[in-house]
């Protein structure tokens, strides 16, 4: 069976200690490969490999050297674009029609755009005046962080690792990347488009394992590591946060959401629903940006509700290489048990169930697999746990209001504040209400609509920091200021 290795200086290694454990696609429930955890030792080797990069060839390149080689391995991912499509398709299980348009060519964009983005971005310069009249000059010069860990989920694997590992490369940091241990196969891939590039050997690492007292713990408590970046769950992100304290290393946390969407009476439904069904089904709905409380006014609530069963309903649960289907299962099944109660949940508090709810059936190559179905709900109170917490799962809870000032009452009702939907065509009312919303990302008529060059971070306990475009480089980089008297 294929077996996972770690990737430390530029080379495939695996565990000194044997450990491995089993990778499994969760289409059909099927083992596909047994993945090396990391100890330690090998933690420790990739942190060492990382420094010594940082220390040589990696950073004495010119930023011009630098940028040219992300160039390559973004042609890099391009080039092997269908195994890079397969691998990430087998780990997660998602239709390839959703990864070939969104998970594998923002891999390959995650490093051209912060290649191109580095290279044209300005630092302040402020004159002074000094007693002795001849003056001082300040000017700032950024400088590399040092060696950055990356943990990463497994909702996007290859999309939301590199949006960490490009910008981090392009500032001239090292990596050492723990991928979710769902998740290995386009991080560990990405060791060989790596070393075809000409990355030089210890800039790229990767540690497979798991979170609590494995890979991801050891390499957060590592002193060596200077910064730390993950997307995940808010409660890794405070465990992490606690790591990160011991050293006082800085971290950049994107984390947990329970995203509303408000539907206004005034919307055109039809791009309404096709949003909102976007935002709540696609990638099986594991996306921390997708919509779990839907807000609708009242005099089109009926008529929203029955159009968007009607969508539920009209997706085609299919196995990744299926060309028809656009929903996939969840990525595990231990992910399921997790959906699966809040479905019950939801049953036990007297919700009404609009579609789904429960496990469809399959053809039995598939049976194994992580199916759940697209599931709508009406009914529940503010206060129930399936309108509070976070579900991340195929559904959504829809809910009436009367008045602008409700709807943002109830938007802004839990601790979260990732991001937000908005739908009118009141211009006004879509710029007031944007405004009041507490998220740190807000769309207006549209949802997954993603410039890189803007800033992308969550509000509340949605997160810590914002990353994308120069805001990338506040976290990847020191600023320094360097003050010449004159
Ligand atoms: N993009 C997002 O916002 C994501 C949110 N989630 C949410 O989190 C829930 C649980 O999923 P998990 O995979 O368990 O998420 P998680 O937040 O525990 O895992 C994400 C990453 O963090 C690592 N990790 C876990 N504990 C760690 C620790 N103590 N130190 C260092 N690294 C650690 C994991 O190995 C993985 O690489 C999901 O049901 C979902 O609600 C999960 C994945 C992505
Ligand atoms: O477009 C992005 O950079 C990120 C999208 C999605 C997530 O961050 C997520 O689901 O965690």
């Known amino acids: 069976m294929k077996e996972i290795k770690h990737f430390i200086n530029g080379q495939y290694v695996g565990s000194a200690s044997g450990k491995l454990f089993d990778n499994v696609n969760p289409a059909n429930g099927q083992v596909i490969a047994k993945i090396h955890e990391a100890g330690e030792a090998e933690v420790d080797a990739a942190v060492k490999a990382a420094r010594a990069a940082l220390k040589g060839p990696w950073g004495k390149m010119s930023v011009a050297e630098r940028t040219e080689i992300l160039h390559r391995v973004a042609a890099g991912i391009t080039a092997r674009f269908d195994e890079f499509l397969e691998a990430e398709c087998q780990d997660t299980g998602k239709p390839k029609s959703l990864a070939s348009h969104i998970d594998i060519p923002r891999g390959a964009a995650n490093f051209s755009v912060f290649a191109d983005l580095v290279k044209n971005v300005p630092t302040e310069a402020f004159e002074m005046a000094t007693p002795d009249g001849s003056g001082a000059l300040n000017y700032g010069v950024r400088r590399p962080k040092g060696v950055i ?3 990463s989920p497994w909702n996007l694997p290859l999309l939301l690792m590199t949006w960490k590992v490009g910008p981090a490369l392009a500032c001239g940091n090292t990596v050492v990347v ?3 241990e769902e998740t290995p196969s386009t991080t560990a891939l990405l060791g060989e488009v790596m070393n075809a590039a000409g990355v030089p050997a210890g800039v790229y690492n990767v540690v497979h394992g798991f979170g609590g007292d494995s890979a991801g713990a050891f390499l957060t408590a590592h002193p060596d590591v200077d910064g730390i970046t993950f997307t995940g769950e808010t409660g890794t992100g405070e465990t992490i946060m606690r790591a990160a304290a011991k050293g006082v290393r800085q971290v950049s946390l994107e984390l947990g959401g329970k995203n509303a969407g ?4 005034d919307a055109d439904l039809d791009k309404a629903i096709e949003g909102t069904l976007r935002s709540a089904f696609a990638n099986c709905g ?8 839907v807000y609708v006014q009242r005099p089109i609530f009926d008529a929203f509700v029955a159009r968007l069963k009607a969508g539920a309903e009209a997706l085609t649960i299919g196995e990744p290489n299926d060309p028809k289907a656009n929903f996939g299962p969840l990525v595990s099944h231990k992910h399921r048990e997790k959906v699966l109660s809040y ?3 939801a049953q036990d508090e007297g919700a009404t169930i609009v579609t789904g709810g429960g496990v469809p059936d399959m053809p039995a190559h598939l049976a194994g697999g992580a199916w759940v179905q697209p599931t709508i709900w009406t009914g529940l109170p503010d206060d129930s746990p399936v309108v509070t917490e976070e579900i991340f799962g195929p559904c959504c809870h829809i809910r009436p209001f009367d008045t602008e000032e409700e709807a943002v009452e109830l938007a802004n009702s839990l601790p979260y504040g990732l991001a937000s939907a908005i739908w009118t065509e009141n211009a006004s009312r879509a710029h007031r209400v944007a405004g009041q919303i507490e998220a740190g990302i807000v769309w ?3 949802w997954f609509l ?3 060059r803007t800033a992308f971070g969550g509000a509340k306990q949605s997160g810590i920091g914002r990353e994308g475009g120069v805001h990338s480089l506040e976290f990847y980089t020191e600023l320094k200021n360097v003050c010449v008297k004159l």
Not at 262 to 265: E, G, L, Q, S
Not at 286 to 293: A, F, I, N, W
């Open 178 to 180: 723990k991928p979710s």
């Open 262 to 265: 408000i539907v206004f009476a």
């Open 450 to 452: 993603r410039d890189l």
């Open 444 to 446: 207006v008529n549209s």
């Open 149 to 151: 860990g990356v943990i």
């Open 343 to 345: 479905y019950q949940k």
């Open 286 to 293: 594991q996306v921390c940006l997708g919509t779990e409380r």
